[in-house]
């Protein structure tokens, strides 16, 4: 069981440290926020949220960094060492990688000026990974509606929670191969959008396909409800974000959000704590990782 206060009285610095680590690398890289958000997101989806992404191939494990959606893509990893780092300074040997990835989203988001929360802790670190996990449960961008759908639901999340929480693709980038069939073959996108990212993504497969746009045309740095003003405008980068905004059942939520971002914040909020307490290891289940890439 989860808990706001389960490091109360082992880490009170707990969030301090996260910040001041946090807070020099997004000066330096505001994406890295988008990034650290989204491992915990992969992180939360294989196995639930128990630093399971974190840990690197070795001798008799097949990590998850490797994996389809993780492969040339994942990142932010070095950050989540140094914020490990300082929480071990502040607190040795207490507070789990999989806490600290929590943690450092909800820093992340509030450093690009989305919501803060309060983030339930006490998940710990698995000895395993899942690369078949990594493979078969994260949603690829070329699924529709009723594929995320499922994919949330397999995974206790409903879809209010997916719409909500996609609510994240107003920050960060993704690279031309995830993005090249909506912008060359869908015809539900704003036709100019469309050219504008075509001089970025060329046709031919294999030419640019790590050639990076911003998921939020025009804000990829900040936190906010933009995201779904682009669905509604036909301007969302990948098909998979458009597949919310297309006559189907999730168009009034988007709708809802284009004229409340605090009724986005609210429900981003909700979501990324239900997606928190995907199934994690807890009590004396797992261990305490002492570096994150590796079991102790
Ligand atoms: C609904 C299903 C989702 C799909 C199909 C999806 C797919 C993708 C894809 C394809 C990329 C670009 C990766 C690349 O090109 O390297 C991406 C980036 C990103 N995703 Fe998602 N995503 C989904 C949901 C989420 C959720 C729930 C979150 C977090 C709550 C999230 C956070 C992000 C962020 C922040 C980035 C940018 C990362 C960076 O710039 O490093 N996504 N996503
Ligand atoms: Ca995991």
Not at 151 to 172: C, E, N, P, R, Y
Not at 209 to 215: K, T
Request: contains cysteine.
């Amino acid at each position: 069981q989860l808990s706001t206060g389960f490091y109360a009285s082992s880490c009170p610095e707990l969030l301090d440290a996260v910040r001041s680590a946090l807070r020099p690398a997004v000066a330096r890289e505001r994406r890295v926020a988008a990034s650290i958000l989204r491992l915990f997101f992969h992180d939360c989806f294989v196995q639930g949220c128990d630093g399971s992404l974190l840990l690197d191939d070795a001798s008799g494990l097949k990590g998850e960094k490797n994996a389809a959606p993780n492969k040339d893509s994942a990142r932010g990893f070095d950050v989540v060492d140094a914020v490990k780092a300082a929480v071990e300074k502040a607190c040795p040997g207490v507070v789990s990688c999989a806490d600290v990835l929590a943690a450092s989203a909800m820093e992340g988001v509030a450093l690009l000026g989305g919501p803060r929360w309060k983030v339930k802790m006490g998940r710990r670190d698995s000895t395993t990974a899942s690369f078949n996990g990594a493979e078969n449960d994260i949603p690829p961008p070329t699924s529709g509606l009723a594929n995320l759908t499922r994919l949330f639901a397999a995974k206790g999340l409903s879809q209010k929670d997916m719409v909500a929480l996609s609510g994240a693709h107003t920050i960060g980038l993704a690279r031309c191969t995830n993005f090249r069939d909506h912008i060359y073959n869908d015809t539900d996108i704003d036709a100019g959008f469309a050219g504008t990212l075509q001089q970025r993504c060329p046709r031919a497969t294999g030419s640019g396909d790590n050639n990076l746009a911003p998921l939020d045309l025009q804000t990829p740095n900040v936190f906010e409800n933009a995201y779904y003003k682009n669905l509604v405008a036909k301007k969302s980068l990948l098909h998979s974000d458009q597949e919310l905004f297309n006559g189907g059942a999730a168009d009034a939520q988007v709708r809802e959000y284009v004229g409340s971002q605090s009724a986005f914040f609210a429900d981003f909020v909700e979501g990324m704590v239900k997606m928190g307490d995907v199934t994690p290891l807890t009590g004396s289940n797992g261990q305490i990782r002492k570096n994150c890439r590796r079991v102790n």
